[in-house]
C-alpha cells in the first residue's frame, strides 16, 4: 500500500511515471529585495483610454505614508502621474513580464489579462476594479469579474482606499499571503475557468446593454396582435 506520510493521504498504486511525465509545479521563490532592500510594488491600470485617477491617487498618499520604503512601478496608462515615483505610461510585453517577475506585490486594475498574467507569476493580485460611474470605465464588466473572483478566491478584491490600504499593509507583512502556487498541470484549466467566468460577465453586460437601450414605447403606426393599428 503507498501514500503520502507526511499528510497522512492514502494514494492510489500506480505504475512509476518517467521522469519527463512528472508535474512541474513551481512555487514562486521568496524574491530578493531590490538593490537597496526596499520591497517591489507593481502596479498596472491598463491601456484604457479612461483615466484611473482613484488608484493612481490612493496609491500616491499610501507610497507617501510609507516615507518612501517601497519601490514602486507605476503603469498609469492615460491617467496623470507626474509626482508618482517609479511611473510609466505603458509597458510592453517583455516588460511586465519582467517587472510581474520581480515585484513583491500586484496592485492592478480588473481586466481578466492582467489578472491572468499576474497569477502566472505567482502573485495573488490585489485588484481595485474600474468603475463606470466614477467615468473610469463604459460599463461594469470590471466590477462583476472581479467580484466574481473575488468570491472564489482568485483576487484581493479591493473597492475601497482603506481596502486597499490594508492589502498592502498585510502583503507588506506576510508576502506569503499574496502567493499562490502555479502548477503546470493546472494553470491550462485554471485560465480556462476564470476566462469563462470573464465570458459570463460579457455576456451579462451585453444583456444589460440591450436591455437598455430596448425601447419601452411602440410606435402608434405599428399593428397591435389583433391587427388593428396601436395609436
Known amino acids: 500500500m503507498s501514500g503520502d506520510a507526511g499528510n497522512g493521504h492514502r494514494t492510489v498504486p500506480a505504475p512509476p511515471r518517467a521522469p519527463d511525465d512528472e508535474p512541474t509545479v513551481r512555487v514562486p521563490e521568496q524574491r530578493e529585495p531590490g538593490p537597496d532592500g526596499r520591497p517591489q510594488v507593481l502596479v498596472a491600470v491598463g491601456t484604457d483610454k479612461h483615466p484611473f485617477d482613484r488608484l493612481v491617487d490612493w496609491l500616491a498618499r499610501w507610497h507617501e505614508e510609507t516615507d518612501g520604503k517601497v519601490r514602486l512601478t507605476v503603469q498609469h496608462g492615460h491617467t496623470g502621474a507626474a509626482d508618482l515615483p517609479g511611473a510609466v505610461p505603458f509597458l510592453g510585453h517583455a516588460e511586465l513580464q519582467a517587472a510581474m517577475a520581480g515585484a513583491d506585490l500586484v496592485v492592478c ?9 499576474a497569477r502566472r507569476h505567482g502573485h495573488l493580485p490585489i485588484v481595485v476594479p474600474r468603475d463606470p460611474t466614477r467615468g473610469e470605465h463604459v460599463d461594469d464588466h470590471q466590477l ?4 466574481r473572483l473575488g468570491a472564489a ?3 484581493a478584491l479591493c473597492e475601497s482606499r482603506q481596502e486597499l490600504l490594508d492589502a498592502l499593509t498585510s502583503g507588506l507583512v506576510d508576502r506569503a499571503r499574496f502567493t499562490v502556487v502555479v502548477d503546470a498541470d493546472s494553470a491550462s484549466g485554471q485560465r480556462a475557468a476564470v476566462q469563462r467566468v470573464g465570458e459570463i460577465v460579457e455576456d451579462l453586460v451585453a444583456a444589460a446593454a440591450q436591455r437598455h437601450h430596448r425601447p419601452w414605447w411602440r410606435p402608434w403606426h405599428e399593428a397591435g396582435p389583433n391587427g388593428r393599428r396601436n395609436r
Open 144 to 147: 462583476l469579474f472581479a467580484r
Open 109 to 117: 486594475h480588473g481586466g481578466p489579462a492582467t489578472i491572468l498574467e
Open 153 to 155: 478566491g482568485l483576487v
